[in-house]
């Protein structure tokens, strides 16, 4: 393995950073449509204040959201931690929760 010069490794740098900002030009210019996107998954998430701001029980949220009762009791006692996807539900819900509701009425 060879050694990259700190010139290697700031001409890298610089060029991540061009292709970002690239990247988001395009996407604010609306020419990234189905271009990949980058999805930031919280590594923790609050699931009993997220709960509460909707002031529902366990349960209720559980229903609504499409979870189980158990999960978001042991989510909330922090004896497990919601995986990827439902981390990123929960912050949908956060953010968003009337269109999560409108999502998955049926």
Known sequence: MTKRTPEQNRDDDFANIIGGLTEAVAHAEGA????AVRVHVPAQ???????TRE??????????????????????QKRRTPEA???ILLTV?????????????G
């Open 32 to 35: 990234a449509e189905g271009a």
């Open 45 to 51: 998430i609050d699931v009993k204040a997220i709960r």
């Open 55 to 76: 002031g529902l029980t366990q349960g209720a949220f559980a229903a609504r959201y499409g979870f189980s009762a158990d999960a978001v009791k042991q989510w909330e």
């Open 85 to 87: 996807a439902a981390r």
């Open 93 to 105: 819900i956060e953010r968003e929760p009337e269109a999560v509701q409108r999502a998955l009425a």
